[in-house]
């Protein structure tokens, strides 16, 4: 069972997720297995599938990272305004607005 949580996802089949879902564990279990599948995908680049599966986990860190390797900039300015002020995401995330040249979204997270 801990390697099926590790890789999270065998075939295709996200079989862990479902045993949770119908009771087989908890909530830290749900996040950890939900955490782990996104980076699965994210292993893969196949960052669509990623972020659903971090913004499930609640983790912005990891959404962040795959919405600017979507280039997804609506996702990553509202995801933005979820994070708590003097978050150092903030700056990481201004960062790469500053990096693609979309200076204005850029000092608004620095301001944030």
């Known amino acids: 069972m801990f390697m099926m949580i590790l890789l999270g996802c065998y075939m295709g089949e996200c079989r862990v997720e479902k045993l949770i879902l119908n009771g087989a564990g908890d909530d830290l279990l749900l996040e950890l297995t939900w955490n782990n599948i996104g980076d699965y995908f994210a292993d893969r680049k196949n960052w669509s599938k990623a972020a659903t ?9 990891k959404l962040a990272d795959c919405y600017y390797a979507l280039e997804n900039w609506g996702a990553l300015a509202k995801l933005m305004d979820t994070i708590h002020d003097g978050s150092p995401l903030l700056l990481s995330i201004a960062k790469k607005f500053a990096s693609v040249g979309i200076c204005k979204q850029a000092v608004k997270d620095l301001l944030h």
């Open 53 to 61: 599966y971090f913004a499930k986990a609640e983790n912005p860190d």
